[in-house]
Nanobody, 122 residues
Framework: QVQLVESGGGLVQPGGSLRLSCTYS?????????MAWYRQAPGKQRELVAS???????KYTDSVKGRFTISRDNAKNTVYLQMNSLKPADTAVYYC???????????????WGQGTQVTVSS
């Protein structure tokens, strides 16, 4: 069973930084897939934040452009999200997974991991 394990969240003041990590248990699948970070704030729908192809091409949602950087280490089956200049609006549970269309977010494969909580507050 493929598993996703996110880590690195925490409480940070506005303007601070965090680096999230996500480890993917199936290397062969990880390496060929576009990987993505998603987030879900209380009472809001899940949102795709950033994605990275197997060759390293990246995309970001407008609200994080210039502040967040997604990267991947295929040798370690790990994808990262460096988050700088954090804002209270970035507060959410962050998840990683393959890049999936919204229609698949309810029952994705692989299943969502436990996520990692990011709280931006003074």
């Amino acid at each position: 069973q493929v598993q996703l394990v996110e880590s690195g969240g925490g409480l940070v003041q506005p303007g601070g930084s965090l680096r999230l990590s996500c480890t993917y248990s199936s290397g062969s699948i990880f390496r060929i897939n576009t990987m993505a970070w998603y987030r879900q704030a209380p009472g809001k729908q899940r949102e795709l934040v950033a994605s990275i192809t197997s060759s390293g091409n990246t995309k970001y949602t407008d609200s994080v452009k210039g502040r967040f950087t997604i990267s991947r280490d295929n040798a370690k089956n790990t994808v990262y999200l460096q988050m700088n200049s954090l804002k209270p609006a970035d507060t959410a549970v962050y998840y990683c997974n393959r890049e999936l269309p919204p229609r698949d977010w309810g029952t994705p494969w692989p299943s969502w991991g436990q996520g990692t909580q990011v709280t931006v507050s003074s």
